[in-house]
């Protein structure tokens, strides 16, 4: 079973960038991130998949965000542009994509790192 890492999280001032990594242990084709903040539901962020060479990005990220990976390192990256308060989270990733409707969705997957955490705050 692959095994997730995720890495990269800390604090950022309003406007600043991160970029989150998610490492595999072996080769994964599709990889999701999520993220979950405080007393919120856990929302769907980001998919790449070698599968459709296709990279989907929640509404709330597109513009900001973006998606990429090296299968060299068998690892993916969540750069994270423009930073707002909203984006502060627990960041996960996950093997495999759902998407339900146009939404990204966590049925179904069941590998998961352990998370990274995002503060964005001055």
């Known amino acids: 079973q692959v095994q997730l890492v995720e890495s990269g999280g800390g604090l950022v001032q309003p406007g600043g960038s991160l970029r989150l990594s998610c490492a595999a242990s072996?080769?994964?084709?599709?990889i999701s991130w999520f993220r979950q903040a405080p007393g919120k539901e856990r929302e769907g962020v980001s998919c790449?998949?070698?599968?459709?060479?296709?990279?989907n990005l929640a509404d709330s990220v597109k513009g900001r965000f973006t998606v990429s990976r090296d299968n060299a390192k068998n690892t993916v990256y969540l750069q994270m542009n423009s930073l707002k308060p909203e984006d502060t989270a627990v960041y996960y990733c996950?093997?495999?994509?759902?998407?339900?409707?146009?939404?990204?969705?966590?049925?179904?997957?069941?590998?998961w790192g352990q998370g990274t955490a995002v503060t964005v705050s001055s």
């Open positions: 790449i998949s070698d599968l459709d060479g296709k990279i």
């Open positions: 072996e080769y994964a084709s599709t």
């Open positions: 996950a093997q495999g994509c759902t998407i339900v409707a146009g939404n990204l969705t966590d049925i179904g997957l069941r590998v």
